[in-house]
């Protein structure tokens, strides 16, 4: 797939009957894909997922802003994440559990007895980590081995990896000042950012590897880029807890609003912004849906040209969930 977009066209041969010389021909034509199907071969919009601290839900989002409940009766969702074979792993808090979704509905228990777990993320060769409020950040292989990774945190909260493979973490304390630290894929650690207020949660990299942080406290959202340098890039917020990049780069954030009801905020890189989603019970975790190539199928575009595109798995909906 990632070849045929890349290739400036496809050439295809079809017979055309030539009248003067009453000779069956075989001409060559050219289509240049990109003047006629770009959007068929970008990559597809995918959905977003929330975890409803309050109400205890995982609510799908479409990229239009429909919305449907993905899973319920979980017990303060407060970390999603989601593995390249599309599966969406959740940390129950107060369940002290890791939940498994797959595409098609399944649900599993992947993890228990944590304590308190909060942020997930995956690395990019399939280990889970997982941020425990008892001040450790957990690994889990994929072939079920564990480990601890770092210990002695103050309350790690927020985890997210940049292209380098190098972990971020934001520790959330109400004693000192927030930090986030960085660790890398050999266990080396030193801090990226202090002098945060107390509870900096949220982070997620965008596609030029600037670092963002949500800073609940303050209400504001920081960024950072590689070189060190940084600055806020929105104040004013309520809460602001959650945070996700789509692939057009627009950033998404969940504001908490734990005394009114909370909601997703939208920024576009130009830096326009907008309410994504409202009427939510203290939103709080977020993470966009994997797009997974699939066995093509192939679609006439013309006669003669055919293209292949790849398409996404449907997903059957679990409606209710009872851990």
Excluded at 155 to 160: D, F, Q
């Amino acid at each position: 797939m990632s070849g045929l977009a890349q290739e400036s066209g496809v050439r295809t041969c079809f017979p055309r009957t030539e009248v003067s010389s009453m000779k069956i021909t075989f001409h060559c034509l050219v289509i240049a894909l990109a003047s006629f199907v770009p959007a068929a071969l970008a990559a597809p919009s995918v959905n977003l997922f929330e975890g409803d601290i309050g109400s205890g839900n995982i609510y799908e989002f479409t990229p239009n802003g429909g919305s449907s409940t993905f899973a319920s009766g979980l017990k303060r969702p407060q970390g999603l994440a989601f593995n390249s074979a599309g599966n969406l792993f959740e940390a129950d808090q107060g369940g002290s559990k890791l939940y498994e979704f797959t595409p098609n509905g399944g649900s599993s228990t992947f993890a228990s007895g944590l304590d308190w777990p909060f942020g997930l993320a995956f690395d990019s060769a399939g280990n889970l980590f997982v941020a425990e409020s008892n001040g450790n950040i957990d690994k889990f292989t994929p072939n079920g081995g564990t480990s601890t990774f770092a210990s002695g945190l103050l309350g790690p909260v927020g985890l997210a990896f940049d292209s380098a493979g190098n972990l971020f973490v934001s520790d959330f304390n109400t004693i000192y000042s927030g930090y986030i630290y960085e660790f890398t894929p050999n266990g080396g650690s030193s801090t990226f950012a202090s002098g945060l207020s107390k509870d900096p949660s949220g982070l997620a990299f965008n596609s030029a590897g600037n670092l963002f942080v949500a800073n609940s406290l303050s209400g504001n959202i920081y960024e950072f880029t590689p070189n060190g340098g940084s600055s806020t890039f929105a104040s004013g917020l309520n809460e602001p807890f959650g945070l996700a990049f789509d692939s057009a780069g627009n950033l998404f954030v969940t504001e908490a609003k734990i005394a009114v009801p909370g909601d997703i905020l939208e920024f576009t890189p130009n830096g326009g912004s907008s309410t994504f989603a409202s009427g939510l019970n203290i939103p709080g975790c977020l993470a966009f849906e994997e797009s997974i190539p699939e066995p093509s199928t192939l679609a006439m575009l013309g006669i003669g040209v055919i293209a292949l595109l790849g398409v996404r798995r449907p997903r059957v909906h679990m409606r209710s969930f009872t851990p």
